[in-house]
């Protein structure tokens, strides 16, 4: 809980990772790594966060591997090693930062009041695991469902997925999907093109009570910053059922965001612990919380971004 000009302010940040994805452990003085984030909450005034799977698959880069031959120039950029090499260490980080709805239950477990699960859903799963992973997350009561079509090599508008969003928009759970590009070789448009916010505008008219998040402001890229800022605000603004967050973006573009399309469609997210370079795992949250508490904006706006928004449609 933080204060406001003398007002109470729950703060939700619906961006977060487990603190192990890279496979690290607690480091000391923390006794494990779910109270570790539970401790880095404490230290930023953060109330509740969504804490994300994240449902991804090596094969997937296997099936895909023809489309790894054209960014020479990316792949270059990864470092030494030949093509196969590169191949086989991409395929061997999907595997470290691959996360199931049991990894994500054992942190709610830990404080179901303040860590909210979501699941993740890669559509080209088996039907039978689809199924399973959707009687787990009614099972263990989470609030929605991660989608990364960059690393899932899959559009959001993609028929496999109808399934997810029938479901999500039956059992009220938010899709929180990623927009723009990832690190590295996600820079390439072939890699990074299936996370354009314009897709999610045909999701939204066929699922109208389903709320969909695009993170990042549609800005995510290392290469062109607010890469696809303007698409993101179009359908924000034309959609009443899709929303943005915060996460891993410039603050400026969250101030910008703000003047466009107000703030009552704006979250707070800081993609703790993932993104160096704007939310390292010891003091990410509290420097992303601190971001949008400097903006030159109102007290109800920041208000809404740092929880309102999120209560509304997690429905807490």
């Avoid at 790594?33 to 969504?50: I, S």
């Avoid at 079509?149 to 109808?162: A, G, H, I, V, Y």
């Avoid at 509290?286 to 109102?298: C, E, F, K, T």
Wanted: include cysteine.
């Amino acid at each position: 809980m933080i204060f406001l000009e003398g007002k109470e302010v729950e703060v939700i940040d619906i961006h977060v990772h487990p603190p192990d994805t890279l496979m690290d452990p607690a480091p000391p003085g923390f006794n494990s790594v779910e109270g570790e984030l539970l401790a880095r909450m404490d230290e930023a005034g953060v109330d509740k966060v969504a804490l994300l799977a994240f449902d991804v698959d090596k094969n997937d880069v296997a099936a895909n591997q023809d489309l790894f031959y054209r960014p020479v120039r990316y792949i270059r950029n990864l470092g030494g090693g030949t093509f196969g090499s590169i191949l086989i260490e991409i395929m061997s980080w999907f595997d470290r930062v691959n996360r199931s709805e049991d990894d994500i239950y054992k942190y709610v477990e830990k404080d179901p009041k303040r860590i909210i699960g979501f699941g993740s859903i890669n559509p080209k799963r088996p039907d039978n695991e689809i199924r399973e992973k959707m009687k787990k997350m009614k099972k263990y009561g989470f609030k929605g469902i991660k989608l990364i079509p960059t690393f899932q090599f899959c559009n959001p508008c993609d028929e496999r997925l109808n399934p997810v969003y029938e479901y999500a928009q039956k059992e009220n759970l938010v899709i929180l999907t990623h927009t723009g590009c990832d690190p590295g070789l996600w820079e390439y448009p072939d890699f990074c093109e299936d996370a354009k916010p314009t897709h999610l505008a045909s999701v939204a008219e066929r699922y109208p009570r389903l709320n969909i998040v695009g993170a990042h402001l549609g800005s995510y890229s290392a290469e062109n910053p607010g890469i696809w800022f303007e698409e993101m605000m179009q359908v924000v603004e034309q959609y009443d059922n899709i929303y943005t967050d915060t996460s891993a973006v410039d603050p400026e573009l969250v101030r910008r965001a703000v003047d466009r399309v107000g703030s009552e469609k704006i979250l707070f997210g800081s993609d703790y612990p993932v993104v160096l370079t704007y939310c390292d795992r010891k003091v990410g949250m509290l420097l992303n919380l601190g971001n949008i508490l400097n903006l030159d904006m109102s007290t109800e706006d920041k208000i809404n971004i740092l929880g309102k928004n999120a209560k509304k449609i997690l429905k807490l």
